[in-house]
Every structure is written in structure tokens, then in C-alpha cells.
């Protein structure tokens, strides 16, 4: 079993910043690809950024430049660094981790999601 906790959400006004965590814990052995995604009132759940265990990045376009995730192998976190806050950033965010457990089995989980308002 593994479980992912997020932390950091809450209300910013446009052109603020608010930092995402998320840590892992449970019976992982290794951990491949971290990331976030959102999901806002009536629309599809998407990608917002990823982060690779050898560190490679991939973001969507709209939050290029503004967005920033980082990870720590060691204590099993990955974090996002939301700069310049744009009211259409409003949405549920969720951390997303997927990996290989201790039993030898593949895991994808999910985490309970954290609401980030950018409102003024």
C-alpha cells in the first residue's frame, strides 16, 4: 500500500505564490515518475508537471515558466512551486507517484488533492 499526502493549498490573489508538497510513504521500493496534476469544475483532469527519478521535468504550456517542481528521493517528496498565480490555476491539484512496492508489484496512487484558489 502506498499512500501519497499533499499539503500547502489555499487562497492567493493573482500574481501570488503558494508551494505544493507531497510526500510518499507505505511499502515502496522504488518510486519512477512524480507529479501533479488539477482538475477544475467541469473539466478534465491534467497534467501540470512531472518530474522523472533522475530528475527530468516535463510541464504543461500554460505554467512554463511559472511552475517549478523539484523532488527529493531520499525522503520520498516532490514539490510545486507556483509563481505568478493566474485565476484559470484555480483548481483541485493532485499529487500522482507511480512506482514498484516492496511486495515487487507496480503501484500507481493518488493523492486526496489540495484546492488552490487564485482569486482577488
Known amino acids: 500500500q502506498v499512500q501519497l499526502v499533499e499539503s500547502g493549498g489555499g487562497l492567493v490573489q493573482p500574481g501570488g505564490s503558494l508551494r505544493l508538497s507531497c510526500a510518499a510513504s507505505?511499502?515502496?521500493?522504488?518510486?519512477?515518475?512524480m507529479g501533479w496534476y488539477r482538475q477544475a469544475p467541469g473539466k478534465e483532469r491534467e497534467l501540470v508537471a512531472a518530474?522523472?527519478?533522475?530528475?527530468?521535468?516535463n510541464y504543461r504550456e500554460s505554467v512554463k515558466g511559472r511552475f517549478t517542481i523539484s523532488r527529493d528521493n531520499a525522503k520520498r517528496t516532490v514539490d510545486l512551486q507556483m509563481n505568478t498565480l493566474k485565476p484559470e490555476d484555480t483548481a483541485v491539484y493532485y499529487c500522482?507517484?507511480?512506482?514498484?512496492?516492496?511486495?515487487?508489484?507496480?503501484?500507481?496512487?493518488w493523492g486526496q488533492g489540495t484546492q488552490v484558489t487564485v482569486s482577488s
Open positions: 507505505g511499502s515502496i521500493f522504488s518510486i519512477n515518475t
Open positions: 500522482a507517484a507511480n512506482g514498484r512496492t516492496t511486495n515487487w508489484t507496480d503501484f500507481i496512487s
Open positions: 518530474i522523472s527519478s533522475a530528475g527530468t521535468t
